[in-house]
């Protein structure tokens, strides 16, 4: 694994070792769900590895990267179907394609943009190219019966897209249907807060689904006009700003009043020095890399929010 600080410690794998099958639990007794982040079905095998408590960012752009042509609705259900049994019962949140922007698949012929991160992206890209998205979703409904399944949607900033979106969910629902081909009823849907616009508008976001998802690679380029991939601006690619701390917390308190769940699933999910705020504005589960899992329910289990919480919120959305 590597050399892994925590609080100035150095993390070893017989420490690591001894975490597996212990809680994410807070010194006074709160629970948090530690998931994994992942991009491939070959990472599969190290999210039961580490003891995640299931999957909570599946990227699905592998299965349309690499090849000249667009995945089948087969090729894509096999692989659906692969990582839900594998996971043997644990939730698996698959995000529905995030082309566009920094996700570049030739075949699509996306037409070039000037500014491709506010562009023709991810769900966007999906409810204008209508015939490839119904694959996708198709494939997910068919596969949701081999495990528990919640599929979400990146970079949504308005209502009108998420009610498209489930409307296709459930056109296709209907269809298989009438096909006689079996879907599982209990399958999630989710969005991803990536956008302010997200954020600002979660109360009524909220009550269309069923969770929350904070992609915060993304929140924080957008909430600071930050190109996340532009090195020359390292310095000003702030996640810890009060801004997008405060637009993390406006998203988890309007996730909660309305009864739904909220997790965060970008890098920031992992950062040890966030753990504390995570925990004392309620954040519900935290996606991570596999590797990060363990050192991450050691850093959870160090924590005593109730004698952090009001310092740690006063200091961070400042
Ligand atoms: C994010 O934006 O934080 C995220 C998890 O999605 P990606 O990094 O794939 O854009
Ligand atoms: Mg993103």
């Known amino acids: 694994m590597g050399n892994y600080y925590m609080n100035g410690i150095q993390v070893t794998e017989e420490m690591l070792e001894k975490l597996k ?35 909570g960012l599946f990227r699905s752009e592998f299965l349309y990267l690499n090849r000249t042509d667009y995945p089948t609705e087969d090729d894509q259900f096999e692989a659906y179907k692969k990582v839900l049994s594998d996971m043997d019962g644990k939730e698996v949140l698959i995000r529905t394609l995030d082309v566009g922007s920094d996700k570049k698949i030739g075949y699509f012929g996306l037409p070039e943009e000037e500014n491709p991160a506010l562009g023709n992206r991810a769900l966007r890209a999906c409810l204008n190219r209508p015939e490839i998205f119904r694959t996708q979703l198709r494939a997910l409904f068919r596969a949701s019966v081999f495990g528990k399944l919640g599929i979400m949607f990146p970079m949504v900033s308005s209502v009108f897209e998420v009610r498209e979106a489930k409307e296709m969910c459930s056109d296709i629902c209907r269809e298989l249907e009438r096909e006689g081909i079996p879907y599982s009823p209990d399958v999630k849907i989710g969005i991803m807060i990536e956008t302010p616009a997200a954020a600002v508008m979660s109360d009524r976001l909220a009550k269309e689904v069923d969770f929350f998802s904070c992609g915060t690679n993304d929140l924080t380029q957008y909430t600071l006009a930050c190109d996340r991939q532009n090195p020359d601006l390292e310095r000003f690619f702030d996640p810890h700003h009060p801004a997008v701390l405060r ?49 991450l329910r050691e850093k959870v289990r160090s924590v005593n929010v109730s004698l952090i919480r009001e310092k740690v919120l006063s200091d961070l959305l400042q």
């Open 247 to 295: 637009l993390v917390k406006t998203a988890c308190d309007n996730a909660h009043k309305n009864g739904i769940r909220i997790g965060i699933c970008g890098e920031m999910g992992a950062d040890p020095d966030l753990t504390g705020f995570f925990l004392a504005i309620g954040i519900d589960e935290l996606s991570v890399s596999p590797r990060e899992v363990l050192p």
């Open 21 to 55: 099958g212990q809680p994410n639990e807070t010194a006074d007794g709160q629970r948090i769900n530690i998931l994994c982040n992942i991009g491939s079905l070959d990472d599969v095998p190290s999210v039961l590895q580490n003891d995640a408590g299931g999957i």
